[in-house]
C-alpha cells in the first residue's frame, strides 16, 4: 500500500502563492510519476500537474500553464506545487495522485483563492 499525505492548503488573497505538497511513503516502487488533480464544488476532479519520476518530465493542465510549478524530491519521495499568482477560479480540493502499478491518492487539501 502507498500513503500519500498532503500539506500546505489554506486561504490566499488573489494574486497570491502557496505551495502544497505530497510526501509517498509504503510500498512506492516502481513509482511512475506523481501528480495533483483538484475538484471545485458542484465540478469533477480535473487534472492541474503530473511529474514523471524517472527524468522529471512535467505536464500542465492550459489552466495553470505558467502561474503553476510542479516539483519532486526523490530522496524524501516528495512532490510540491507551487501555485503562483492565484486566481478565485483555483479554489478546489488539491488532491495528490502516485501512479505505481495503480493508482493511488491522498485526502485531499482545500485551497481557498478569495478577498
Known amino acids: 500500500q502507498v500513503r500519500l499525505v498532503e500539506s500546505g492548503g489554506g486561504l490566499v488573497q488573489p494574486g497570491g502563492s502557496l505551495r502544497l505538497s505530497c510526501a509517498a511513503s509504503?510500498?512506492?516502487?516502481?513509482?511512475?510519476?506523481m501528480g495533483w488533480f483538484r475538484q471545485a464544488p458542484g465540478k469533477e476532479r480535473e487534472f492541474v500537474a503530473q511529474?514523471?519520476?524517472?527524468?522529471?518530465?512535467?505536464y500542465y493542465a492550459d489552466s495553470v500553464k505558467g502561474r503553476f510549478t510542479i516539483s519532486r524530491d526523490i530522496v524524501k519521495n516528495t512532490i510540491y506545487l507551487q501555485m503562483n499568482n492565484l486566481e478565485p477560479e483555483d479554489t478546489a480540493v488539491y488532491y495528490c495522485?502516485?501512479?505505481?502499478?495503480?493508482?493511488?491518492w491522498g485526502n485531499g487539501t482545500l485551497v481557498t483563492v478569495s478577498s
Open positions: 511529474i514523471r519520476w524517472s527524468g522529471g518530465m512535467t
Open positions: 495522485n502516485a501512479k505505481l502499478t495503480a493508482d493511488f
Open positions: 509504503g510500498r512506492t516502487w516502481p513509482l511512475y510519476g
